[in-house]
C-alpha cells in the first residue's frame, strides 16, 4: 500500500484568485495529486500518494509560471542575533510591501496631474497633452509593470487572470492615446478634452485616454497595497501566537543558572523561572509555587495558582513566586505551535462556498474578454464610433476583475481564526463553519466538561454541640495522611476554611472503610457507616438525615466521629464548574437543546443536570457506548455537537456533526475534534459557535458583495454607463471592501 505524503508549498507570484485556480488545476491533475491553493496565505496543500516528490510538484508550478518552495517545519521562532524573533518570510513580506508602496506613490505623484487635466477642461493649456503623456507614460511602463509581467508570463503559458484585464486595459488606452497624438490630431496646439463618467460619442482620432491608463494603474495598486496591508493585519494572530514564546532561559547544570537560547531546550532540562518571566517551555513544576497568567494563551484573566507537580505551559507569565520547572515538550511539540499550527492549517483550508467561487474565477476571465470583443463589436456596428466602443470594452476589461471573489472567503477565515486562537477557540478548518450553522444538540460529558473532574469537599454538616471549624480541623488533619481522592479533598477543603492544619498521629487506612488516628488528643475516625457500626458509634438523627441528603444527590458523605461519638458529616462530591450554568444559558440562546451525558449513575447525572439547568440526561453510559447515543441522536434527525476532554470521548467526538474539546483535556479527545477550547471554561463552547457562525455570515456577505458586485458592474460597463478610470477604481475598491468586512472580525467579543 502506497504512503501518502502531505506537503505544504508557499506559492510565489500569485496576484489574483484566478492563478490560484490555475495552480490548483495544474497540481490536481498529477497522477495521485489532492491540492488545495489559498491565495489569501499564498499557500498550497499538497496531498500525494504513489511515486510524487516534492520536487515534482515544485517544478510543476514553475512550470505554470509561479514560484514555488517547501517552507521549514513549523516550530517556535529562534531568537536573532538582537533578541527578537527571527522572521526572514516577515521580512522578505516587509521588502516586498515597501517596494509597492514605493511603486504606488511614484504612480499617484505622477498620475495626480494627468487625471486632474483631463478632468478639469479650465487647467488644459496649450500643449497640456504633452505633458500628460510625459507623466502618464512612466506610470503605465514602470507603475503597471507588475501587471504587464503577470500577463505576459501567464499568456506565455496559455492563461488568462486579472492581470491580464488590467495589462489589456490599460495598454489597450495607452496605445489608442498613442496613436490619437502621433497619427491623429489629438497632438494638435489648443485641443481641449472634456470628461465624461460614461461613454459618450466623439471622434476617435481627437481623443485620449491618458487619464484612463494611468488612473486605472494607481487605483488598482492602491487596492493591492490596502489588501497587502489587511492581508498582513488578517494573519498576524498567528504571528502573534509564535512570537508570544520566551526567546531565552535560565536552565540549571549542576546546580548553577546558565542562560541559553530557548531553542537549545531539551526534554527533561530544569529551568528557573522569576516573577514577570515568561514560562519557557511546556514543563512540570518540580520547585516553588506561584500563580501564572495565562491569559496570552486561553483569554482567561484570573491567574492558575501552580504548585510543584502542576503541568504549565510555555509562553504564560509567571505572575509571583520562583518556579523550578522540567521540560517535557520543547519546540514543535509544545501547546503554543501546536494551536499556531492548527490555526495556519485552518487558514489554508477552504470552506464549499470558496470551491464554488474558485470554479467561477477560473471561466470568469475568458468570459471578460469575449465579453469584452462582444461589445467593441456591439457598439461599433450599433454607433459606427470607434472611441466610445473603446471606451465601453477598456471599461468592461477594468471593472471585471475578479480578486474580490478570491478574498471573500480566506481574509475571513484568517481573521476568525486568529481571532479564535487569541480568545482561546481553535477551530481545525473552514469545513467546520458549515457544520456550526445546522447544529441544534449539543450533548456535554458530565466529569471534565460541566463539572472540574476532581473531587472536592462541598458542605460540613457539624453535630449539635460542634463547631464547623473545629469538625474540618480534626477531620482534615486525619484525612491529610491518606492518599485517596476523597481524603485528599476533603484535606484541601479544610486547609483552604481553615489554615494550617495540626499533625496526625498513630494513623490508620482501612481499606473500603475510612481511616483512623490521634489528632490534638483526640482518638479520630472518618468513614463509611459500616465503619461506625463496626467501631460502635451511632449516628444522630440530624447527622442521618444529611448523609440521606448527600447521597441523594450523587454525593459521597463521609462521617466524621472522635472520643467515640459521631461530630459531622462531611459532602465531597466531583463539583459543577461555577461557569456551567452560564454556558448552558448561552447554548440555548444560540438555539441549541443541551443533553448531558455521563457513566455516572441516574442519581449523580440528575443532580448535576438541575443545577446546571438541563434537561435531558443520558446517564450509565459505557465509556465505549458514547459514540453510538450521539449516532442515535443523528438518527432521530436532530444535528449534534458534542463536547468533551477524555480519550473515552475521542470517538463520539469524531462521530458528532461538530466536535468540541476542551483544551485541558487528553490529546487523543482535542485530535478528534473540530473545535479546541483551550481552557476548560464551558462557556467557550458557546463563544466558539458564536464566532463561527460569525465567521460564516462574513464570508456568505463577502461572496454576495464580491459576485454581486460582479453580476452588477458587468452589464453597467457593456453598455457604456462608466468611464474606465472609474470602473478601475471601484474595482479596487470592491476588494478592499471584502477585506475591511472581514476585518471586523477582530473586534469579536
Not at 468533551?644 to 474539546?661: H, K, T, W, Y
Amino acid at each position: 500500500m502506497s504512503s501518502t505524503l502531505e506537503v505544504e508549498l508557499t506559492i510565489g507570484g500569485m496576484t489574483c484568485a484566478s492563478c490560484a485556480a490555475r495552480i490548483e488545476k495544474k497540481l490536481n491533475r498529477m497522477e495521485g495529486v489532492t491540492a488545495s491553493v489559498n491565495y489569501a496565505t499564498e499557500k498550497a496543500k499538497v496531498s500525494c500518494t504513489g511515486d510524487v516528490q516534492v520536487a515534482d510538484l515544485i517544478a510543476t508550478v514553475v512550470k505554470t509560471g509561479y514560484t514555488a518552495e517547501q517552507p521549514p517545519p513549523p516550530a517556535l521562532p529562534a531568537p536573532a542575533a538582537d533578541g527578537r524573533a527571527d522572521g526572514s518570510d516577515t521580512s522578505d513580506g516587509t521588502a516586498a510591501a515597501a517596494a509597492l508602496r514605493q511603486r504606488l506613490l511614484v504612480s499617484a505623484v505622477l498620475a495626480a496631474p494627468v487625471v486632474l487635466l483631463a478632468m478639469v477642461p479650465a487647467l488644459q493649456f496649450d500643449n497640456w497633452q504633452w505633458l500628460s503623456l510625459t507623466l502618464a507614460a512612466p506610470v503605465v511602463v514602470w507603475g503597471g509593470l507588475p501587471f504587464h509581467r503577470a500577463a505576459w508570463t501567464n499568456a506565455r503559458h496559455g492563461a488568462a487572470t486579472m492581470d491580464t484585464l488590467v495589462s489589456l486595459g490599460t495598454l489597450a488606452a495607452f496605445a489608442w492615446s498613442l496613436w490619437a497624438l502621433f497619427l491623429g490630431h489629438a497632438g494638435t496646439p489648443g485641443m481641449r478634452h472634456g470628461f465624461d463618467v460614461t461613454a459618450t460619442r466623439t471622434d476617435g482620432a481627437g481623443t485620449i485616454y491618458l487619464e484612463v491608463a494611468a488612473g486605472v494603474v494607481v487605483f488598482i495598486l492602491l487596492g493591492r497595497h490596502l489588501e497587502a496591508r489587511s492581508k498582513r493585519k488578517a494573519g498576524a494572530a498567528i504571528r502573534a501566537l509564535l512570537e508570544l514564546g520566551a526567546k531565552d532561559v535560565a536552565v540549571l547544570r549542576d546546580g548553577t543558572e546558565v542562560r541559553i537560547p530557548v531553542t537549545a531546550l531539551a526534554v527533561g532540562d530544569r529551568f528557573v523561572v522569576r516573577p514577570g518571566e515568561k514560562i519557557a517551555t511546556d514543563g512540570t513544576v518540580v520547585e516553588g509555587s506561584s500563580a501564572v497568567d495565562v491569559s496570552l494563551l486561553t483569554g482567561e484573566s484570573v491567574p492558575a495558582e501552580v504548585t510543584a507537580g502542576d503541568p504549565v505551559t510555555g509562553a504564560t507569565v509567571n505572575a509571583s513566586g520562583r518556579l523550578v520547572v522540567e521540560a517535557t515538550r520543547v519546540g514543535a511539540d509544545t501547546q503554543l505551535a501546536r494551536m499556531a499550527r492548527l490555526v495556519e492549517e485552518a487558514q489554508n483550508g477552504k470552506a464549499e462556498v470558496q470551491r464554488l467561487a474558485d470554479r467561477i474565477s477560473a471561466v470568469f476571465v475568458p468570459v471578460v474578454l469575449l465579453i469584452a470583443l462582444g461589445t467593441w463589436v456591439g457598439w461599433l456596428l450599433a454607433t459606427d464610433d470607434p472611441a466610445a466602443a473603446f471606451t465601453a470594452a477598456v471599461a468592461v476589461l477594468i471593472i471585471a476583475c475578479p480578486c474580490a471573489l478570491g478574498l471573500a472567503t480566506p481574509t475571513a477565515l484568517l481573521v476568525g481564526t486568529g481571532r479564535g486562537a487569541q480568545l482561546g477557540i481553535l477551530i481545525k478548518g473552514p469545513e467546520v463553519l458549515e457544520s456550526t450553522r445546522t447544529v441544534d444538540t449539543v450533548v456535554l460529558d458530565k466529569t471534565g466538561t460541566v463539572t472540574t473532574g476532581r473531587m472536592t469537599l462541598l458542605a460540613a454538616h457539624p453535630a449539635d454541640g460542634v463547631t464547623e471549624q473545629e469538625l474540618l480541623r480534626l477531620a482534615g488533619a486525619l484525612e491529610h495522611a491518606s492518599e485517596h481522592p476523597v481524603a485528599r479533598a476533603i484535606a484541601a477543603g479544610a486547609a483552604a476554611r481553615t489554615g494550617t492544619l495540626p499533625a496526625t498521629e498513630d494513623f490508620t487506612s482501612l481499606p473500603g472503610l475510612g481511616v483512623a488516628g490521634r489528632v490534638e488528643g483526640h482518638a479520630v475516625l472518618a468513614g463509611q457507616e459500616r465503619l461506625f457500626a463496626e467501631r460502635g458509634v451511632s449516628l444522630p438523627p440530624e447527622l442521618l438525615t444529611a448523609r440521606q441528603a448527600a447521597e441523594a444527590a450523587g454525593a459521597t458523605a463521609v462521617l466524621v466521629a472522635w472520643d467515640g461519638i459521631a461530630r459531622g458529616v462531611l459532602t465531597v462530591a466531583d463539583a459543577v464548574k461555577e461557569t456551567s450554568a452560564e454556558a448552558v444559558v448561552r447554548l440555548r440562546a444560540l438555539g441549541l437543546t443541551p443533553v448531558l451525558l455521563t457513566g455516572d449513575n441516574q442519581a449523580v447525572a440528575d443532580s448535576v443536570a438541575r443545577s446546571v439547568g438541563i434537561d435531558e440526561v443520558i446517564a450509565e453510559v459505557l465509556p465505549r457506548d458514547k459514540a453510538a447515543v450521539v449516532e442515535r441522536l443523528q438518527k432521530e434527525g436532530r444535528t449534534v455537537a458534542m463536547v468533551g476532554d477524555g480519550v473515552n470521548d475521542a470517538a463520539a467526538l469524531a462521530r458528532a456533526d461538530l466536535g468540541l474539546a476542551m483544551g485541558t483535556g487528553t490529546d487523543a479527545a482535542i485530535e478528534a475534534a473540530d473545535l479546541t477550547l483551550v481552557r476548560g471554561d464551558l462557556r467557550v463552547a458557546a463563544d466558539a459557535i458564536r464566532l463561527s457562525r460569525r465567521t460564516l455570515a462574513t464570508i456568505k456577505g463577502n461572496l454576495f458583495w464580491a459576485f454581486g458586485y460582479n453580476v452588477a458592474a458587468l452589464p453597467l460597463a457593456a453598455a457604456g454607463l462608466l468611464n474606465p478610470m472609474i470602473a478601475g477604481a471601484a474595482m479596487a475598491f470592491s476588494s478592499v471592501f471584502v477585506v475591511t468586512n472581514s476585518l471586523r472580525l477582530r473586534s469579536f467579543r
